[in-house]
């Protein structure tokens, strides 16, 4: 068992130095709906639109890649763990530019549906949370199931204003698993300032490490993000 982790391991590795990366830059932006529903649950509803660089250009918004619309509940099983439940989300996403034959390819329409727990740690100033859900994935003709585990690290600056460190991995599962088992990871920091009770401003940075299905292909995207939710 060690030496098909190990000879897993240096094939991995070999992909990914003799592979070809292709650079990219981004802009997320999101629109957001929050809204508490009782004491325990919570509604969200995210219009998100998302651009990136041409194949000449490095300019993050030449160019679209995703646009997607996501409804989210979240449920108070106690003061420690959430249900999450996103019972559909629709996303119109276009291939990262990073060879000419990436323009020829067409333009993907998904419906996704996804539900997992969260947990959540407190401190004084500090929010720790870990949350991993399953994501079931529907294309034109083809079905696809991921999972997506994500670590967060809250800490309150002011009483207005938030920094945030957050990690997610997704992994392709079966069954109708693609080739490549990884799928992406996206590392975060960002700023988020209350300018009122009802409305929030995340900015900041997002890279995005994507592994494609050659397995010999690697994406990197340095993106902006920009999230404003209206809260009620």
């Not at 799928?183 to 009122?196: D, E, G, I």
């Amino acid at each position: 068992m060690k030496k098909i982790l190990l000879l897993a391991l240096l094939g991995a590795c070999h992909s990914y130095v003799f592979g070809q990366h292709y650079m990219h830059t981004a802009v997320w932006t999101r629109l957001g709906l929050n809204v508490r529903l009782g004491p325990k649950l919570n509604f969200t509803a995210e219009a998100g639109l998302r651009r990136q660089n041409s194949l000449h250009h490095l300019s993050p918004i030449d160019k679209p890649q995703t646009n997607n619309l996501k409804l989210t509940f979240a449920y108070a099983l106690n003061n420690n763990l959430n249900l999450v439940l996103s019972p559909y989300e629709k996303a119109y996403s276009n291939m990262l530019l990073g060879k000419e034959e990436d323009l020829k390819q067409p333009r993907i329409h998904e419906i996704r549906m996804s539900g997992g727990l969260e947990y959540i740690k407190r401190w004084e100033r500090r929010r720790l949370q870990f949350r991993n859900l399953y994501e079931y994935r529907i294309f034109s003709s083809v079905v696809r199931h991921r999972i997506r585990s994500r670590l967060m690290s809250r800490y309150m600056v002011t009483p207005k204003t938030t920094f945030t460190i957050a990690d997610e991995v997704f992994i392709n599962i079966p069954p109708h698993r693609l080739p490549n088992w990884f799928n992406q990871n996206r590392l975060s920091c960002t700023f988020t300032h209350s300018f009122t009770p009802y409305l929030d401003l995340e900015a900041g940075y997002i890279y995005v490490f994507t592994e494609r299905i050659t397995l010999s292909e690697f994406d990197h995207t340095n993106g902006l993000i920009l999230y404003l939710t209206v809260k009620l």
